[in-house]
């Protein structure tokens, strides 16, 4: 089994910036891909970003490209969402997920977060 374990969320005011972390507690064969959704209450948990922890391949929601960044630590087993030009729709519960294979659906990832909570203010 492996363990997520999110950190970085917050409060900040539109236009700001924040930097969530996500560290898993062991690298197995299994995971290869590790990626980051989100969740606003009332809505279906969605698709932000994803990496592969071989080649560093990503993908990003068009709804955070050019604002979003995702990178990897291999050696610290950490995937980190650089958050910048926050808006308040960006407001949501964001999850932390890992898995084998480079895909923006949920389904697909094996191991999840708790969330941490990012809150955008107008």
């Known amino acids: 089994q492996v363990q997520l374990v999110e950190s970085g969320g917050g409060l900040v005011q539109a236009g700001g910036s924040l930097r969530l972390s996500c560290v898993a507690s062991?690298?197995?064969?299994?995971?290869?891909?590790m990626g980051w959704f989100r969740q606003a209450p009332g809505k279906e948990r969605e698709f932000v970003a994803t990496?592969?922890?071989?080649?560093?391949?990503?993908a990003y929601d068009d709804s955070v490209k050019g604002r979003f960044n995702i990178s990897r630590d291999n050696a610290k087993n950490t995937v980190y969402l650089h958050m910048n030009s926050l808006k308040p729709e960006d407001t949501a519960v964001y999850y932390c997920?890992?898995?084998?294979?480079?895909?923006?659906?949920?389904?697909?990832?094996?191991?999840w977060g708790q969330g941490t909570q990012v809150t955008v203010s107008s």
């Open positions: 062991r690298r197995t064969f299994s995971i290869n891909t």
């Open positions: 990496i592969s922890l071989s080649s560093g391949n990503t």
């Open positions: 997920a890992a898995g084998r294979v480079l895909t923006t659906r949920p389904r697909d990832y094996d191991y």
